[in-house]
């Protein structure tokens, strides 16, 4: 997980409100940890299921073998965490019976797996339960289409910080509330974005709507409540150059070919963008004086804005 993951997924573990917390795919237990730490009641049961068993790439990517012991080594101290080995949601389907008011997915990554899951779990969701997982990222196509799917046919706003998503049926305003405390910086900050003609608004340090769908964005405005601008030099494949105040007008997108910011002490900006074959993936941070360039058979889909 990103630092920005974690930071986020603790944020949002002191949102829940009822119910007990329950974790997917703990790993060696930096999630549980962050789980923990943003735990408020820590009378609040915590539940944690993996199988532990080695994986090549585990030891290749960390030097060390997956195992109960290193989890348990990692995890020490954790109040009232209760540990279930093995496959989810076999090893608990005959005995679950906890509502869930925190859920979070960092397990099988595809489908079947995933939705076996969530299919499981979701009865035992609190009316108010947070929802969330980690790898909202165009290497795990499955994670990105069921998420969408879930929060597009029952009307809910995504959250995505790094690559940590968010959703709830609940009042949004405490996911909200996660992504201010983990970006105060840019408190009261919204960008609106248009796709095929459908505007979105979202909270600018979260994903705008679009990330790692195959849907080029036509147009993005910034809404900042300090009269903060970004400035925006465009180059389109005409050869036409025009230049925008981002935070007083919109950014029309067609056909663009670079874009050079002029960006304020202290922020950075970020795009998904999309091939010709519809795959996508993300920038690095663009800061004041940085470009970005665009082959002919490139589209942007989604941004956010960050504090740097």
């Known amino acids: 997980m990103t630092l920005a993951g974690l930071q986020f997924l603790q944020a949002l573990a002191a949102e829940r409100k009822s119910g007990c917390f329950l974790e997917v795919g703990p ?98 969701f609190t009316d108010d339960a ?31 910080i790094g690559r ?42 979260s994903w705008s709507w679009g990330l790692h769908k195959p849907i080029g964005m036509t147009e993005v405005r910034l809404h900042a409540p300090d009269g903060i601008e970004i400035g925006v030099a465009q180059t389109r494949r005409d050869g036409t150059a025009t230049g925008v105040a981002l935070g007083k007008e919109p950014l029309r997108l067609e056909n663009t070919e670079m874009l050079s910011f002029a960006m304020p002490q202290g922020l950075a900006v970020q795009f998904c963008i999309m091939n010709s074959e519809g795959k996508t993936f993300n920038t690095k941070d663009i800061r004041n004086g940085g470009q970005l360039k665009l082959n002919p058979r490139q589209t942007i889909t989604a941004i956010r804005v960050l504090p740097r």
């Open 164 to 205: 940590v998503w968010a959703f709830t049926a609940d009042d949004d305003s405490r996911i909200v509330n996660a992504v201010n405390k983990s970006f105060p910086e840019l408190e009261g900050y919204e960008v609106e974005v248009i796709h095929e003609d459908r505007v979105r608004r979202n909270i600018a340090a």
């Open 27 to 124: 790993l060696f237990g930096s999630s549980t940890n962050a789980i923990d730490a943003g735990r408020v009641d820590e009378s609040a049961p915590m539940h944690t299921i993996d199988t532990f068993e080695p994986a090549p790439w585990v030891r290749e990517r960390l030097g060390i073998d997956l195992s109960r012991e290193a989890f348990e080594k990692y995890t020490t101290g954790i109040q009232n965490l209760t540990i279930h080995q093995g496959f989810a949601p076999d090893v608990v389907k005959d005995t679950w019976s906890d509502k869930i008011g925190f859920y979070f997915d960092d397990a099988t990554h595809g489908d079947p797996g995933w939705t076996n899951n969530y299919d499981f779990f979701s009865p035992f």
């Open 130 to 160: 947070i929802v969330c997982g980690d790898d909202f990222a165009g290497g795990w196509p499955d994670i990105v289409r069921n998420v969408y799917k879930i929060t597009e046919e029952r009307g809910l706003k995504l959250f995505v």
